[in-house]
């Protein structure tokens, strides 16, 4: 029965061990403003950001293939593009197609839904999202809104964002 109680024990302390190990090395890579492209873990695509200047989640995104710099918000209901940058991407709404009412901090306006073919922040593709244009007056960042983030897993914790697909 001792000899039992040994290897249970021996058992029990190897599979704390890796559990520690898995935590510590579990496919996440860590990131400021410029993705790395996360390590292969079984099948989950892992991006960890930290707070960046005034406490704010920032990403450098690829979004059509140009990259783009991006506040994450979880309060904006779209990705949301400055007409500068959305010019970048090839993409130049006309006046009348700002007919969808946006109310920000800033009063209510008026901005231009568009459509993305992809997104990707490291290595998390997410295809065709929704987006929003704003005039470059009304908007002073890019916004990686919930259009994005509701398709892909994400926890915040100690001060860290996590991304999943």
Same mark, same amino acid.
């Given at each position: #029965?001792?000899?039992?109680?040994?290897?249970?024990?021996?058992?029990?302390?190897?599979?704390? #061990?890796?559990?520690?190990?898995?935590?510590?090395?579990?496919?996440?890579?860590? #990131?400021?403003?410029?993705?790395?492209?996360?390590?292969?873990?079984?099948?989950?695509?892992?991006?960890?950001?930290?707070?960046?200047?005034?406490? &704010?989640?920032?990403?450098?995104?690829?979004? *059509?293939?140009?990259?783009?710099?991006?506040?994450? *918000?979880?309060?904006?209901? &779209?990705?949301?593009? +400055?007409?500068?940058?959305?010019?970048?991407?090839?993409?130049?709404? +006309?006046?009348? *197609?700002?007919?969808?009412?946006?109310?920000?901090?800033?009063?209510?306006?008026?901005?231009?839904?568009? @459509?993305?073919?992809?997104?990707?922040?490291?290595?998390?593709?997410?295809? *065709?999202?929704?987006?929003?244009?704003?005039?470059?007056?009304?908007?002073?960042?890019?916004?990686?809104?919930?259009?994005?983030?509701?398709?892909?897993?994400?926890? &915040?914790?100690?001060?860290?964002?996590?991304?999943? @697909?």
């Amino acid at each position: #029965m001792f000899r039992f109680l040994i290897v249970a024990l021996v058992f029990l302390a190897a599979g704390v #061990m890796a559990v520690r190990h898995l935590e510590n090395s579990g496919g996440t890579v860590a #990131m400021n403003a410029t993705p790395a492209p996360a390590s292969s873990a079984a099948s989950a695509r892992n991006v960890v950001l930290t707070k960046g200047r005034g406490g &704010h989640f920032e990403v450098e995104a690829r979004v *059509d293939g140009r990259r783009l710099e991006f506040l994450v *918000d979880t309060g904006a209901s &779209h990705i949301a593009l +400055r007409e500068s940058a959305a010019a970048r991407l090839g993409i130049y709404p +006309r006046p009348s *197609d700002y007919t969808v009412r946006v109310s920000t901090a800033n009063g209510v306006t008026k901005a231009a839904l568009v @459509q993305l073919r992809t997104v990707e922040v490291g290595d998390i593709v997410v295809r *065709d999202v929704a987006a929003i244009v704003h005039s470059d007056e009304g908007l002073s960042v890019n916004l990686l809104g919930m259009s994005f983030l509701s398709r892909v897993r994400w926890t &915040h914790e100690r001060g860290k964002l996590v991304l999943e @697909q």
